[in-house]
């Protein structure tokens, strides 16, 4: 079982529709949350990162944690054509040296016009 | 502005060949860091630096995989005698928080490695 769960989808929505993704995350010791927006042929880019449970909102973009399901979610409001990417939630622990991030596999998201 | 840059974008190599890939990250950044993306997948950790210390390097798959950034900025990421299941995207990635709670990584747009 991979450390982090994520259903690559892919997922196809109409514009202006709401868009659900999510993770699980196996390691109570996982601290911060994040997500990552990735174009094809590009780099991942931050979208959104958390360090509590709870919600947080960014113009459309709304992260939510919930640490007692192990439980991540990214809720994009008024999907656009441009936000047609894959999603990838990341997570990682501050223990001693350890910075690196976890990944899912990510989710290929279509916003059809 | 600048970003993370690197090269080449692309590689093609015959099996058993060795390959450098080159990170050039945000200046000013304290750390690096080196992932290996398979088509399909999401990104898996190989190694970090802070400034020209390598603190884990856990994630590299066999000793044919070697890191360096002898003086804190420019890396490079050596395969040694390249094998099929080499062919990925490798990302890099800085990052200038040292100590910050959390982690936030710049990415570069990776050098896509085809191993023939």
């Known amino acids: 079982q991979k450390e982090v769960e994520q259903d690559p989808g892919p997922l196809s929505v109409p514009e202006g529709a709401i868009v659900s993704l999510n993770c699980t995350y196996s390691?109570?010791?996982?601290?911060?949350f994040m997500w990552y927006r990735q174009y094809s042929r590009k780099g991942p880019e931050l979208l959104m990162y958390?360090?509590s449970s709870g919600n947080k909102e960014d113009g459309r973009f709304t992260a939510q944690v919930d640490k007692s399901s192990k439980y991540i979610s990214l809720f994009i409001r008024d999907s656009q054509p441009s936000d047609s990417a894959t999603y990838l939630c990341?997570?990682?622990?501050?223990?001693?040296?350890?910075?690196?991030?976890?990944w899912g596999l990510g989710t290929s998201l279509a916003v059809n016009p | 502005g600048a970003g993370v840059s690197q090269s080449p974008r692309y590689k093609v190599a015959k099996r058993g060949q060795d390959v450098a890939l080159r990170c050039d990250p945000i200046?000013?950044?304290?750390?690096l860091f080196w992932y290996q993306q398979a088509l399909g997948q999401g990104p898996e950790f190989l190694t970090y630096?802070?400034?020209?210390?390598?603190?884990?390097k856990s994630g590299l798959p066999s000793d044919r995989f070697f890191a360096e950034r002898p003086e804190g900025s420019v890396s490079t990421l050596k395969i040694q005698r390249t094998q099929q299941e080499d062919s990925a995207v490798y990302l890099c990635?800085?990052?200038?928080?040292?100590?910050?709670?959390?982690?936030?990584?710049?990415f570069g747009p990776g050098t896509r490695l085809t191993v023939l």
């Open positions: 990341a997570t990682g622990s501050n223990a001693g040296n350890n910075r690196k991030l976890i």
């Open positions: 390691n109570s010791a996982f601290q911060y």
């Open positions: 958390t360090y």
């Open positions: 200046s000013g950044h304290v750390s």
């Open positions: 630096f802070q400034n020209e210390a390598q603190l884990d």
């Open positions: 990635a800085s990052s200038f928080r040292r100590g910050a709670p959390y982690n936030e990584q710049f």
